[in-house]
């Protein structure tokens, strides 16, 4: 099991970026496949961005396509989400997430073993 803790969050305007950061303690970060996940009021959890162990490989959810970008410094036990453009549909609480297997169904979920507490994103128009 790893322990992860989102920071990185807050409120800003419509156009706006922020970086979004997941640490990872208890085992090295380069054991676990890690993505983002978000989830605004009312609705489901839903799959932001996916890195693979080595971040040689990334998936990004159509919604966040261009916009954002995932990254992980192994080094530093710590995976990254660099938001730009960001829109009121973006504001979500946003959780980090980590597997130590690498073949599950990457926008599930339940691929996942270990979550963050999340960190709130508020975006104002």
């Known amino acids: 099991q790893v322990h992860l803790e989102e920071s990185g969050g807050g409120l800003v305007q419509a156009g706006g970026s922020l970086t979004l950061s997941c640490a990872v303690s208890?085992?090295?970060?380069?054991?676990?496949?890690m993505a983002w996940f978000r989830q605004a009021p009312g609705k489901e959890r839903e799959f932001v961005a996916r890195?693979?162990?080595?971040?040689?490989?990334?998936y990004y959810a159509d919604s966040v396509e261009g916009r954002f970008t995932i990254s992980r410094d192994n080094a530093k036990n710590t995976m990254y989400l660099q938001m730009n453009s960001l829109n009121p549909e973006d504001t979500a609480v946003y959780y980090c997430?980590?597997?130590?297997?690498?073949?599950?169904?990457?926008?599930?979920?339940?691929?996942?073993?270990?979550w963050g507490q999340g960190t709130q994103v508020t975006v104002s128009s």
């Open positions: 997430a980590a597997t130590p297997y690498y073949n599950r169904i990457y926008y599930r979920g339940d691929s996942y073993d270990d």
């Open positions: 208890g085992r090295p970060a380069s054991s676990y496949s």
């Open positions: 890195i693979s162990m080595t971040g040689a490989m990334t």
